[in-house]
């Protein structure tokens, strides 16, 4: 498999700029149902919140969080490690899965457009699941945040930033359900609903769209040396909202999230 490319996360810095994903998490956690004894992975567990959330719902079950960010695993043990004795966390790559026949329930929420190839992940989760396990994900989808793409593609052809991106090509696997269903057929899944979900993420502050935009769009600025990040940003905040946005207007961006629940087989 095609290694994917490794970022340096600041575990607090994502903590405090992902509560909109966690809200996310929750309206996505309602669709499970669970029966409250399942064995549950998370991918992409990132600094363990949702994970530890996932735990209180299955307070028979147990609940095993995974992330390839070892800034984020020791954020997560940190943090959610010892709250709960069915709850724990792995270093392990979603592309390289290697559990058996060991969970009721994959979840995943706004992680796996992190995955360009989702052919070895859908093949792990598959193997994964226990016969008659689900696996529910949201990611972002086919055109998600697409003003904020054109934003960062228009700055980074700049001169000034031109140097950094040579030979840069699109980090995120934003696919649509047309693309998708074919991998999922091919790893042994049967799908129940697959579907492109519109959003609308909205920041208070200019403030709090950067802290978004430093921390979840790693591809771009850790292309850039470390001493030039605030100046990038602010190039990139500027094109996207014009010099003169009011710096406490609230910003909206649209996204699109790719939403699949998916069965293995008897």
């Not at 559990?99 to 052919?119: K, P, T, Y």
């Not at 989808?141 to 001169?159: I, S, W, Y």
Request: glycine fraction near 8%; charged fraction near 20%; aromatic fraction near 12%.
């Amino acid at each position: 498999m095609e290694q994917q490319q490794t970022y340096q996360w600041n575990g607090d810095d994502y903590a405090a700029n992902s509560q909109i994903q966690f809200q996310w998490a929750l309206d996505l956690m309602e669709k499970l149902k669970p029966c409250g004894d399942e064995h549950l992975l998370d991918i992409g567990c990132g600094d363990g919140k949702v994970t530890a959330v996932l735990a209180r719902y299955l307070p028979g079950g147990r609940v095993t969080g995974i992330d390839s960010s070892a800034e984020m695993i020791a954020l997560a043990e940190k943090n959610h490690g010892t709250t709960a004795t069915n709850l724990s966390f792995l270093l392990q790559d979603a592309g390289s899965l290697s559990f058996v026949q060991e969970f009721d329930v994959v979840f995943s929420n706004a992680a796996l457009h992190w995955v360009i190839d989702h052919r070895p992940v859908l093949r792990g989760i598959y193997q994964a699941l226990k016969p008659e396990g689900r696996v529910l994900v949201q990611m972002g989808g086919k055109g998600n945040a697409a003003p904020v793409v054109r934003a960062m593609e228009t700055v980074m052809k700049a001169e000034q930033w031109q140097e950094y991106f040579t030979g840069f090509t699109f980090p995120y696997g934003f696919y649509s359900p047309k693309e998708y269903t074919p991998w999922l057929k091919e790893a042994g899944l049967t799908i129940q609903s697959i579907k492109l979900i519109p959003k609308i993420m909205v920041h208070k502050t200019r403030k709090r769209f950067a802290g978004w935009l430093r921390t979840t769009w790693l591809p771009y600025l850790q292309r850039v040396p470390p001493e030039l990040h605030d100046a990038f940003l602010d190039q990139v905040l500027d094109t996207y909202l014009g010099k003169e946005y009011p710096k406490s207007e609230q910003v909206a961006t649209d996204m699109q999230r790719l939403e699949y629940l998916a069965v293995r087989p008897k």
